[in-house]
């Protein structure tokens, strides 16, 4: 099986959901938007989704409506993420994933009231397999869920999950481990939380001290979300429990 992974920037990886995706016997094949957060200028075209088992388009520094930023590929991801749906081609969105997710389906993606950046609690209609976390979080931006989306977690600030057909968007980060936010703070995250008050050192501490719930939240979603979403038969691959 074959998961098409869409990075949208270096910062984008799969991490922890491609960690588990692995474990079910994907393959990982990477799409990349842009060779920097500098340069997000992209003319390639989209693969066909039918060539894939399941697609997760990840976060970015960038936000969905800027179109005079992403105007050379944000039209034509959404696009993509349509033809998935028809084709029934399973989506796993993931922060600006989700946000292009709920977009290309029907929903608004706006700029938030304020913004989420650290370890959140998230109010989940299915707690058993969507955790109330914490959950990283690392947006200014906010999304409606689509016209007959399930809403499946949110908070007072937006919507944080919703499942449609065979969709699943998240504006959380399951996927990021100590390393991976280590990362975001050397491509230019020390600038943002300083203008939010924060330092990295804190967040890295935050990180830490959840990352023992983080990796079985995120190892439940994974396997929820191949079951009972995308409807793969998965056989048991371990202890998820935290």
């Known amino acids: 099986m074959r998961a098409l992974i869409i990075m949208h920037d270096p910062g984008s990886m ?3 959901v491609g960690e588990r995706l692995v474990q079910h016997g994907f393959e990982l094949v990477e799409f990349r938007i842009g060779p ?9 075209p989209f693969p066909d989704p039918a060539s894939f088992d399941l697609v997760v388009p990840m976060g970015a520094v960038w936000s969905v409506y800027d179109e005079d930023t992403l105007g050379s590929w944000i039209g034509r991801e959404l696009d993509f993420l349509r033809a998935c749906d028809v084709a029934g081609t399973p989506v796993f969105g993931v922060c600006f994933g989700f946000q292009a997710l709920a977009s290309a389906l029907g929903g608004a993606t706006v700029p938030a009231e304020v913004p989420q950046v650290g370890w959140f609690e998230v109010e989940s209609t299915i707690p058993d397999v969507l955790a109330s976390g914490p959950w990283m979080e690392w947006h200014y931006d906010r999304s409606d869920a689509p016209p007959e989306a399930e809403i499946l977690a949110s908070d007072d600030t937006c919507v944080q999950a919703f499942r449609l057909r065979r969709n699943l968007g998240v504006q959380f980060h399951p996927e990021v481990d100590r390393a991976h936010v280590e990362f975001w703070l050397e491509m230019g995250g020390h600038g943002e939380l300083e203008k939010l008050g924060r330092t990295g050192a804190d967040l890295l501490d935050d990180t830490e001290r959840n990352a023992p719930v983080a990796r079985p939240n ?5 396997d929820w979300f191949l079951s009972d979403v995308a409807g793969f038969e998965l056989e048991t691959k371990g202890d998820v429990s935290p």
């Open 14 to 16: 799969p991490t922890m």
């Open 218 to 222: 995120t190892f439940r979603l994974v």
């Open 36 to 44: 920097s957060v500098d340069d997000p200028v992209s003319h390639e």
